[in-house]
């Protein structure tokens, strides 16, 4: 696992992703300039879990659950998930065995993606307090 970890590192290095913090499997990543926030990249071998909060599932209107099912067919990697916590988050999935710097670029970038076409969703759908 130490080996796939310093890969990891490597790319994420390569790619210009701060790791904000780590530990043994877990890297909390940002990129300022494409929207990323403590993406969380976590290593559970055979996969590499990608997993970053979009908002609080509060800000949804009631209902809109649907609607973010319909969003996931749009998107290139990963999908919208409801965490267990009240937080929309997206979250995609990589083999480990034979991942490359090509591949963990696409989904992160994907997220970048994701984040920009869907800002003005989840900003303008906020429950009226």
């Not at 290095?13 to 499997?25: C, F, K, M, N, P």
């Not at 929309?88 to 963990?104: A, P, Q, S, V, Y």
Request: with cysteine; proline share 2%; glycine share 4%.
């Amino acid at each position: 696992m130490i080996e796939k970890k310093e890969i990891i590192q490597s790319y994420l290095a390569e790619l210009g992703i701060e790791v904000v913090s780590q530990d043994e499997t877990t890297f909390v990543c940002r990129d300022e300039d494409e929207g990323i926030n403590n993406l969380v990249i976590h290593l559970a071998d055979p996969i590499l879990v990608l997993e970053q909060q979009i908002a609080p599932e509060s800000r949804l209107k009631p209902g809109y659950e649907r609607e973010l099912l319909k969003r996931n067919n749009r998107l290139i990697h990963g999908a919208f998930i409801l965490d267990g916590k009240e937080n929309i988050c997206w979250k995609d999935t990589l083999r480990l065995e034979n991942l490359d710097l090509n591949e963990l670029e696409g989904s992160i970038k994907a997220l970048s993606v994701c984040i920009a076409e869907n800002a003005e969703y989840f900003l303008s759908n906020r429950v009226a307090s």
